[in-house]
């Protein structure tokens, strides 16, 4: 059984830069996208970043797009969420995630994920 844990959460102010780290244990995530997710209080859960198999699969929500990159290293079975010029509306609980089969791609739908962590808050202030 995968478990995951992210790191990396804080309070910061707006234009601040954050990186999450999601390091899984109890099974190797190599062969697997991992993905990033968040949900702010009274909002579902919302797609961020999702990295595949290959360098350079990766996927963005518009939100986050060419602030956010996102990146894995498989030797420490990690996953990284490099946040920068964050915003406000950036503050959310993120979640990481591993896919639950094989997909070759960076899936954005919650359903293509079956392992997921824990959380870790940020929030951004303006």
């Known amino acids: 059984q995968v478990q995951l844990v992210e790191s990396g959460g804080g309070l910061v102010q707006a234009g601040d830069s954050l990186r999450l780290s999601c390091v899984a244990s109890?099974?190797?995530?190599?062969?697997?996208?991992m993905g990033w997710f968040r949900q702010s209080p009274g909002k579902e859960r919302e797609f961020v970043a999702a990295?595949?198999?290959?360098?350079?699969?990766?996927n963005y929500a518009d939100s986050v797009k060419g602030r956010f990159t996102i990146s894995r290293d498989n030797a420490k079975n990690t996953a990284y969420l490099q946040m920068n010029s964050l915003k406000p509306e950036d503050t959310a609980v993120y979640y990481c995630?591993?896919?639950?089969?094989?997909?070759?791609?960076?899936?954005?739908?919650?359903?293509?994920?079956?392992?997921w962590g824990q959380g870790t808050q940020v929030t951004v202030s303006s």
């Open positions: 109890g099974g190797t995530v190599s062969g697997y996208a």
């Open positions: 995630a591993v896919e639950r089969s094989r997909s070759w791609g960076a899936p954005r739908m919650e359903s293509a994920y079956a392992y």
């Open positions: 990295i595949g198999l290959r360098t350079g699969s990766t």
